[in-house]
């Protein structure tokens, strides 16, 4: 039980990690080939450009997760525990139908990339394991609105402060 509870609370961290210091890396690698010995490798640019999609979509779920989306919260300061606990369930509520459609139709575009056998230029390995970023990002988020929605449904029924995410100005 330990180990998934330490899963759940890091996993998006360490997968984030691992994606941008492989981005970081294969960057440098290539900007010294480049350079040094003027030469330089599609397959290097294509790890660069599906590492910043993983970092994208594992990003925006770790934001979820944090609740540090960009939103405009001046009327939150002003209301009691229970309103703002409906308002953001309702927000949760609009993300997850979006993200729920969002899963459908990208699971689709793999489904086909799989079916028609489509592979990258450089690296000539099936586009799959790239386009499955946009459905793990969704399906993450989707994972993290649950746990939202489970948190913040104890925050109404308790009546206690919904949790607000960690403030970048204060």
């Known amino acids: 039980m330990k180990f998934f509870r330490r899963i759940d609370r890091d996993a998006e961290r360490w997968l984030l990690l691992v994606f ?5 890396i294969t960057m440098a690698i290539e900007v010294l080939r480049r350079e040094i010995f003027s030469y330089s490798s ?16 594992i990003g925006a779920a770790a934001a979820v997760k ?5 939103r405009i ?4 300061h002003y209301l009691g525990p229970r309103p703002k606990a409906l308002l ?10 979006v993200a729920i459609v969002a899963l459908y139709y990208s699971y689709e575009t793999v489904h086909v990339s799989a079916k028609f056998g489509s592979v990258t230029d450089g690296l000539r390995i099936s586009k799959v394991w790239f386009l499955m970023a946009v459905p793990v990002g969704f399906a993450l988020m989707i994972w993290r609105l649950l746990q939202s929605f489970a948190r913040d449904f104890k925050s109404l029924k308790d009546g206690t402060a919904v949790f607000e995410g960690d403030k970048l100005f204060d």
């Open 20 to 24: 941008y210091v492989m981005l970081v």
């Open 66 to 70: 944090e609740r540090a989306h960009i």
């Open 88 to 97: 953001y369930i309702f927000g949760d509520l609009v993300m997850f139908a």
């Open 73 to 76: 919260d001046v009327l939150m």
């Open 42 to 57: 599609i397959w290097g640019e294509e790890i660069v450009r599906y590492s910043f999609i993983y970092l994208a979509w």
